[in-house]
């Protein structure tokens, strides 16, 4: 495994990189890393955290590291992909706190030829407490650029 900052392995840019690091990966699982602070993007000052909704884009960003990572280990160059959707998105709380830090893990379940691929992921904190867990459904084709032609021609 290569130690890639987060911003050579996702196909974002700031400020819509929300996860701060890309802690390890192999074949089948990655693992990134977040740190709640007043000053990331969806901090809701009120609350005092992030809406854990947002768990479901952290989800999203870890798997789109996972492909960045492995498309340099290929020599390849980082592709976008599409988040499709997500099952059962289950949050054990309604908002990660300030000063938490979260680990985000995803096992790949299913890839086919297409793109299309499935993974189970699970966001914990430093305790290894579960606080939310979903299916992602996500989905990286070999040309991204015809899918993002402008249909108004």
Do not use: W
């Amino acid at each position: 495994m290569i130690k890639y900052p987060i911003a050579d392995v996702l196909p974002h840019s700031a400020p819509m990189i929300l996860i701060d690091e890309l802690v390890s990966y192999d074949d089948e699982n990655v693992c990134c890393r977040v740190t709640i602070t007043p000053t990331i993007p969806f901090f809701d000052c009120a609350k005092q955290g992030v809406p854990s909704y947002v768990g479901c884009e952290y989800m999203a960003q870890t798997i789109a590291a996972y492909g960045g990572a492995h498309a340099l280990d290929d020599a390849g160059e980082v592709k976008i992909g599409f988040l499709l959707g997500s099952r059962k998105y289950n949050a054990e709380v309604g908002v990660f706190k300030v000063a938490q830090t979260l680990l985000i893990e995803a096992k790949k379940l299913i890839q086919d030829e297409s793109g299309l691929c499935v993974f189970d992921c699970v966001i914990k904190d430093e305790d290894d407490a579960v606080l939310a867990k979903a299916k992602i459904n996500v989905f990286q084709p070999q040309d991204p650029a015809q899918f993002l032609k402008d249909n108004h021609e």
